[in-house]
């Protein structure tokens, strides 16, 4: 046999064993080649994608039979609030205390329409006072035959209001402070005065909320007459209060946080202190939160707190009555244009 058909039946052999080689490994790869797996595409789904939400429905529902009863409330300004408060739109012409009320086009009243209108409607008088050093009516002639005073955390006092306040409360006049994370230190000191307390920071929980980690659910500690027939209430931006005697009647889930301290556990956002209460939340009562879950029985338990203490023993040394000559009593629900104090 020739050298040359040597090297061409070596170079088939060669050949076919490679062609061979590579058909096998083909059948190999091919034959272990894995499947795709199946990719979870429920976070597309429109149930998953929208955010748990509380449901809306209820009425503001007063027990007390009381009726008479004259309710101050100061509903603070816009320029100190952190957490929704609508700017403060004054009305010309009208006199230099004069503000759009509740009901109207965006009047910082409007954030307490539901439970003015709850007062109103069971027969309660209501006075708005804007309070503040420009103000030419005292806050001491205002409260001079009041029943009750309501602040939200937003509002600002002198040291003569702070003063008249803690009299005020001294003499078993009945103060709801509805507070907030911005809360001014004049609400705070008006708080301690009436042995309830604010925290500094707002609460949030990722665990369990209602459409964002800000709105955190509370539920009643124990029988209280603040907490009353409700199961739990959603609250945005709400910070810690607790009372130095007395009790906490509404307190977090478990895994809220605190901001400040980026501590998760419980925390109290309602508390009372005999004739002085505590929330440490203002947008619950606003129309639009008010008829979640069981805050509007909450604001009908607050309505109830606020008309049924004892006459407080006030005398300021005025010798005028409720809201002076510029700030007569609301005797009917507030409607949409009115300004504060008419009728």
């Known amino acids: 046999m020739s050298s040359t058909t040597t090297l061409l039946g070596t170079f088939v052999a060669v050949f076919v064993l490679i062609v061979g080689a590579v058909s096998v490994g083909g059948l190999v790869v091919h034959d272990g080649t894995p499947e795709p797996a199946e990719v979870d595409t429920d976070h597309w789904d429109s149930e998953t994608i929208v955010p748990e939400q509380a449901p809306d429905g209820g009425e503001i529902e007063m027990d007390s039979t009381e009726s008479g009863k004259t309710i101050v409330v100061n509903a603070g300004s816009s320029s100190t609030s952190s957490f929704g408060m609508g700017p403060s739109l004054p009305i010309r012409d009208d006199g230099p205390n004069h503000r759009l009320s509740v009901g109207s086009l965006g009047g910082v009243d409007r954030d307490v329409n539901p439970l003015v209108s709850a007062l109103v409607e069971n027969g309660h008088e209501v006075v708005f006072y804007d309070g503040g050093p420009t103000s030419n009516v005292k806050l001491s002639q205002t409260l001079e035959d009041a029943d009750a005073f309501l602040t939200v955390g937003s509002a600002t006092y002198t040291p003569t209001e702070r003063n008249t306040l803690e009299q005020f409360i001294d003499s078993g006049g009945r103060t709801l402070i509805v507070s907030n994370p911005g809360s001014t230190g004049d609400t705070a000191q008006i708080a301690s005065a009436g042995g309830v307390y604010t925290h500094s920071g707002y609460l949030y929980n990722l665990e369990e909320n209602d459409n964002n980690h800000l709105g955190v659910y509370a539920e009643p500690t124990g029988d209280s007459s603040l907490t009353e027939g409700i199961d739990r209430v959603v609250l945005r931006g709400a910070t810690p209060v607790g009372a130095s ?26 508390a009372r202190n005999d004739n002085v209460a505590v929330i440490g939340d203002e947008s619950f009562l606003t129309p639009e939160n008010v008829y979640r879950v069981d805050n509007n029985v909450l604001a009908g338990n607050l309505a109830d707190f606020l008309v049924t203490g004892e006459e407080p023993n006030t005398d300021f040394g005025n010798g005028s009555g409720v809201g002076g000559p510029n700030q007569p009593p609301m005797t009917q629900p507030p409607q949409s244009g009115q300004t504060s104090g008419s009728s």
């Open 245 to 270: 005697s007395g009790e906490t009647a509404l307190e977090t889930s478990n895994g809220t946080t605190l901001s400040t301290t980026r501590e998760a556990g419980t925390y109290g956002v309602a």
